[in-house]
C-alpha cells in the first residue's frame, strides 16, 4: 500500500475524501488529514507519504507554497493539485512545481479512480527500477570486491605477481614500502554465523572507506581466504611507528565503533621487496595471535617489538593422572589450581607459535577422553549437553576464556564420574542382593529372571544387565553351575538315581542334565559315579533329600 495525505482546509471536503473513496482497491491507505501546508509538513516529517493530493487556497501556507518546499526537499513524492479554481496562473505554477497531476472541483469518482490507478502504476514502475539499480549496484560492487578479495589474497598467499596487476596504481611498487595489517575482533553475543560474516564485509566496507581518507599510508581491506580482516599498506618511506600506531588506532576505532566488539590488530614489518607479502601476513598473523596472552581488551602488537618468551614452553605439559585423579575425586578446587598453574606458565608471555596453548589443551582432553572410558564416563558426551566440542578452544580468545572452557568441561565430568561411581556402587549392591536369592534358591524349580524380579523389583532386562556386569557371567549359566556343582554332590550317595538328581536339581528332562554335566565336566554323571566308586568315595548310608529311594541305577 502506498501512502496519501490528504490537505485540504475544508473539513467536509477532506474527511470526505479522506473516508467515501475505496483506496485501499487503488492501492492506497490514508496517512493523514491537514488543514493547511504547515500542518502537512509536519505530518510529512513524521510519516512520510508516497503522495499527497492538496488544494491550492489555504490559509498559513497554501498549496503553491506546500508545492515549491516539497520540489526542493522531498522531490520523490508526487503531488496531486484539487482546486476548484481554472486559473492558467495556477498551472503554469503548479508545471513547474512539477506538480503530477491537477484536477478540478468538483471531480467525480471514475476520474479519481482513472488517475490513482495510473498514479500506482507510476510509483510501482519506479520501484522496480529502483530495486534493479540497487540490485546492479550490489552486483557490480560484490563483483569488484571478490575480484580484489583474490587478487590480493593471490599476493598474500605467495603468487599472482604478474605484469598486468603491477601496473595497477596500488600495485606500483617501485620506492614503495610494503606492509601487512591483521585486524581481528570479537563481537560478543555472537552465534549466529551468517549474521557474524555480514558483519564482517560492512566492516571491510568501512575500513576501506576510512583508509581512502588517509594520506601517509594506502591501504586496501579484504575478507581473506582465513575469513579475517587483513590489510595490505603502502607507504612512499619506511613509516614510523607513531605513524602506523596512529593509523591502527584511527582503523580500530572503525571497528569498535560498530558497537559490542574487542578489536585488535598485528602489523608487520615493511619491506620494499613486494614479494615479502606472504612473510608480512604471516607476521601479522602472528601478533594478532599474541592477544591470547594478553589481558589488554584493546591491542596493536608490532612484529618489529615482538621478542619470544625465554623459556621451553613446548616442555610444558598437563598431568594427567594428577587431573584424572582430582575428576573422579571431585576435587574441584584443586582441579581449577592445577589448570591455573599451567596456564600462567604462558600469561604475559611474547609465543611466536601462538597455536601451542590450542594444541596442549586439545592434547589433555584426548588423553582425559580415553583414561575416562574405564570409569563409565564419555567426555565427548558431556561435551554435547554443553553444546560444545573440542574445536570451541580456538573461539576463546584470551587464556582466562581458554582456561574457563576447560574447567567448565572438567567440572562437569566430575560430576558425572561421581554420579556413575554411586551408579556403580547401587549396581554392585543390587547384583550382590541377586546372588543371595540365587544361592539361596538356586535348585528351585521356580528361580528364574522374572521370580528374581519381583524381589528386588526389578525388570528382567534390567537384572541380567546388571548380573552379567558385575559377575562375568549370564544369570542362567551361573544358576546351571550352581546345580551342576550341588549334583557333583549328590552323585556321591550311590543310593539317589541320576534322573533323581536330575528332578532334584530342577531338570524334569534327565537326558538334558546328563547332556550339561557332560559339556562341564568331560563326562556323563554316571562315569563319573564310576570313578568316585573305583576311588573308594561313594557313601554307603545313603543319607539324602526328600527321601528319595534306592532303586538299582541304570541311567547314562
Known amino acids: 500500500m502506498y501512502k496519501l495525505l490528504v490537505?485540504?482546509?475544508?473539513?467536509?471536503?477532506?474527511?470526505?475524501?479522506?473516508?467515501?473513496?475505496?483506496?485501499?482497491?487503488?492501492?492506497?491507505?490514508?496517512?493523514?488529514?491537514?488543514?493547511?501546508?504547515?500542518?502537512?509538513?509536519?505530518?510529512?516529517?513524521?510519516?512520510?507519504?508516497?503522495?499527497?493530493?492538496?488544494?491550492?487556497?489555504?490559509?498559513?501556507?497554501?498549496?503553491?507554497?506546500?508545492?515549491?518546499?516539497?520540489?526542493?526537499?522531498?522531490?520523490?513524492?508526487?503531488?496531486?493539485?484539487?482546486?476548484?479554481?481554472?486559473?492558467f496562473e495556477y498551472m503554469q505554477m503548479s508545471i513547474k512545481s512539477q506538480v503530477s497531476e491537477y484536477l478540478l472541483k468538483p471531480t467525480d469518482l471514475d476520474e479519481f479512480e482513472v488517475m490513482f490507478r495510473k498514479m500506482k502504476d507510476r510509483l510501482d514502475e519506479e520501484n522496480r527500477k529502483k530495486i534493479e539499480e540497487i540490485e546492479l549496484k550490489q552486483a557490480y560492487e560484490e563483483g569488484k570486491s571478490l575480484k580484489l578479495r583474490k587478487k590480493f589474497n593471490?599476493?598474500?598467499?605467495?603468487?599472482?605477481?604478474?605484469?598486468?596487476?603491477?601496473?595497477?596504481?596500488?600495485?606500483?611498487?617501485?620506492g614503495n614500502w610494503f606492509g601487512v595489517i591483521r585486524i581481528s575482533f570479537d563481537v560478543q553475543n555472537s552465534v549466529d554465523k551468517n549474521a557474524f560474516y555480514q558483519?564482517?564485509?560492512?566492516?571491510?566496507?568501512?575500513?576501506?572507506?576510512?583508509?581512502?581518507?588517509?594520506?601517509?599510508?594506502?591501504?586496501?581491506?579484504?575478507?581473506?581466504?582465513?575469513?579475517?580482516?587483513?590489510?595490505?599498506?603502502?607507504?612512499?618511506?619506511?613509516?614510523?611507528?607513531?605513524?602506523?600506531?596512529?593509523y591502527t588506532k584511527k582503523m580500530l576505532e572503525c571497528v569498535i565503533g560498530e558497537g559490542n566488539i574487542n578489536a585488535y590488530?598485528?602489523?608487520?614489518?615493511?619491506?620494499?621487496?613486494?614479494?615479502?607479502?606472504?612473510?608480512?601476513?604471516?607476521?601479522?598473523?602472528?601478533?594478532?595471535?599474541?592477544?591470547?596472552?594478553s589481558e589488554a581488551k584493546s591491542q596493536i602488537m608490532f612484529y618489529k617489538e615482538m621478542q619470544e618468551a625465554d623459556f621451553d614452553y613446548y616442555a610444558i605439559s598437563f598431568d594427567v593422572e594428577k587431573i584424572l585423579k582430582e575428576i573422579l575425586e571431585q576435587q574441584e578446587?584443586?582441579?581449577?589450581?592445577?589448570?591455573?598453574?599451567?596456564?600462567?606458565?604462558?600469561?604475559?608471555?611474547?609465543?611466536?607459535?601462538?597455536?601451542?596453548?590450542?594444541r596442549l589443551s586439545l592434547e589433555l582432553m584426548f588423553n582425559l577422553s580415553r583414561e575416562l572410558l574405564r570409569y563409565g564416563v564419555q567426555l565427548e558426551k558431556v561435551m554435547k549437553k554443553m553444546d560444545y566440542t573440542y574445536t570451541h578452544i580456538y573461539t576463546f580468545k584470551s587464556l582466562e576464556g581458554k582456561k574457563e572452557f576447560l574447567f567448565k568441561i572438567l567440572r562437569e565430568v566430575s560430576k558425572e564420574s561421581a554420579r556413575m561411581k554411586g551408579e556403580w556402587k547401587n549396581r554392585s549392591s543390587l547384583a550382590q542382593q541377586i546372588k543371595e536369592i540365587v544361592d539361596a534358591e538356586y535348585d528351585s524349580n521356580q528361580i528364574s529372571?522374572?521370580?528374581?524380579?519381583?524381589?528386588?523389583?526389578?525388570?528382567?532386562?534390567?537384572?541380567?544387565?546388571?548380573?552379567?556386569?558385575?559377575?562375568?557371567c549370564?544369570?542362567?549359566?551361573?544358576?546351571?553351575?550352581?546345580?551342576?556343582?550341588?549334583?557333583?554332590?549328590?552323585?556321591?550317595?550311590?543310593?539317589?538315581k541320576i534322573y533323581e538328581i536330575a528332578e532334584e536339581?530342577?531338570?524334569?528332562?534327565?537326558?538334558?542334565?546328563?547332556?550339561?554335566?557332560?559339556?562341564?565336566?568331560g563326562m556323563s554323571p554316571k562315569e563319573y559315579r564310576n570313578i568316585l566308586q573305583a576311588g573308594g568315595i561313594l557313601q554307603t548310608g545313603g543319607n539324602h533329600p526328600k527321601g528319595v529311594g534306592h532303586a538299582k541305577d541304570s541311567e547314562n
Request: aromatic share 12%.
Open 7 to 87: 490537505v485540504e482546509d475544508e473539513k467536509s471536503i477532506a474527511y470526505g475524501m479522506a473516508n467515501s473513496i475505496p483506496w485501499g482497491e487503488w492501492g492506497f491507505e490514508i496517512s493523514g488529514v491537514c488543514g493547511n501546508g504547515l500542518e502537512a509538513l509536519d505530518q510529512i516529517k513524521k510519516d512520510k507519504p508516497h503522495v499527497i493530493i492538496s488544494d491550492i487556497r489555504m490559509p498559513e501556507m497554501d498549496g503553491i507554497e506546500l508545492m515549491q518546499y516539497l520540489n526542493q526537499h522531498y522531490p520523490e513524492i508526487k503531488i496531486i493539485i484539487l482546486s476548484g479554481y481554472n486559473d
Open 474 to 496: 549370564n544369570f542362567s549359566d551361573y544358576i546351571i553351575s550352581k546345580r551342576l556343582e550341588k549334583s557333583q554332590k549328590l552323585l556321591a550317595d550311590p543310593a539317589l
Open 333 to 358: 578446587k584443586e582441579l581449577e589450581e592445577t589448570l591455573e598453574q599451567i596456564f600462567s606458565e604462558f600469561r604475559g608471555k611474547v609465543i611466536l607459535d601462538y597455536d601451542c596453548i590450542n
Open 449 to 472: 529372571l522374572e521370580y528374581v524380579g519381583t524381589k528386588v523389583c526389578k525388570n528382567t532386562a534390567y537384572i541380567s544387565k546388571i548380573f552379567k556386569n558385575e559377575f562375568g
Open 154 to 174: 593471490d599476493l598474500i598467499k605467495g603468487y599472482g605477481y604478474n605484469e598486468e596487476e603491477m601496473e595497477e596504481e596500488f600495485l606500483q611498487h617501485d
Open 505 to 521: 536339581m530342577g531338570w524334569a528332562d534327565v537326558s538334558n542334565y546328563i547332556k550339561l554335566f557332560k559339556k562341564k565336566y
Open 199 to 246: 558483519k564482517q564485509i560492512k566492516i571491510e566496507n568501512l575500513l576501506n572507506e576510512k583508509a581512502s581518507k588517509e594520506q601517509q599510508i594506502v591501504g586496501k581491506f579484504i575478507l581473506n581466504f582465513e575469513e579475517k580482516i587483513t590489510g595490505i599498506l603502502k607507504s612512499e618511506e619506511e613509516p614510523e611507528e607513531e605513524v602506523l600506531r596512529s
Open 265 to 293: 590488530a598485528g602489523i608487520s614489518n615493511f619491506y620494499v621487496d613486494f614479494q615479502m607479502l606472504p612473510q608480512c601476513y604471516e607476521q601479522a598473523k602472528c601478533c594478532v595471535g599474541q592477544k591470547i596472552y
